[in-house]
């Protein structure tokens, strides 16, 4: 099974942008907890691009999508995450999405981490997870700062259902077998 960092194609599709710039700081909050209690819609514009999207891009953000998109995906999420709303000039449903699985399965060992000097995970330029760890989670989040993680799963149901303005980027395979030694 393949492992994806999910990016929103911001070169050729629509996107997002704050009425406010300051409201990105908000996004600092997603801390792997639930908002939606005490969430207030942002306020956004939408900045076009060549092409509607699904997914647009909303700098500060991990993953922004339609209430189209938000409607397809939200079985195959689950409990793992929450749609919080954007309020977008337009009147067009958009929601950041609010991951809130965190999955501690980053194999630090046989991983690429760089660290700030008091220890701290600043990037990850090379994944290696843990065997078994990630088990069947669609979207996760590892418990260092970090991005959106998905399964090949996600990525052939977006596909299936033909959700357009994510690219994908490979992160890591995972065998069935863990053939490290020990």
Not at 27 to 51: C, D, M, N, Y
Request: contains cysteine.
């Amino acid at each position: 099974m393949n492992l994806y960092h999910p990016i929103p194609d911001a070169d050729s599709c629509d996107c997002l942008d704050y009425v406010d710039f300051s409201d990105w700081e908000i996004f600092q909050q997603f801390e792997r907890r639930r908002l939606s209690h005490a969430w207030k819609p942002i306020p956004v514009t939408l900045v076009k691009g060549e092409k509607r999207t699904d997914f647009p891009a909303l700098p500060g953000s991990d993953l922004v999508v339609t209430e189209h998109a938000w409607q397809i995906l939200q079985p195959l999420m689950g409990q793992s995450a929450e749609a919080l709303p954007l309020s977008c000039n337009r009147g067009e449903g958009y929601f950041v999405i609010n991951v809130l699985d965190v999955v501690d399965c980053l194999d630090y060992e046989h991983s690429e981490v760089e660290r700030f000097s008091d220890g701290r995970v600043m990037w990850i330029n090379a994944y290696a997870f843990k065997g078994g760890a990630v088990g069947n989670k669609n979207i996760f989040k590892l418990p260092e700062p970090g991005k959106i993680i998905v399964s090949e799963t996600f990525r052939a149901w977006i596909e299936k259902n033909r959700l357009e303005g994510l690219i994908f980027e490979k992160v890591a395979t995972l065998y069935p077998f863990d053939f490290s030694t020990k």
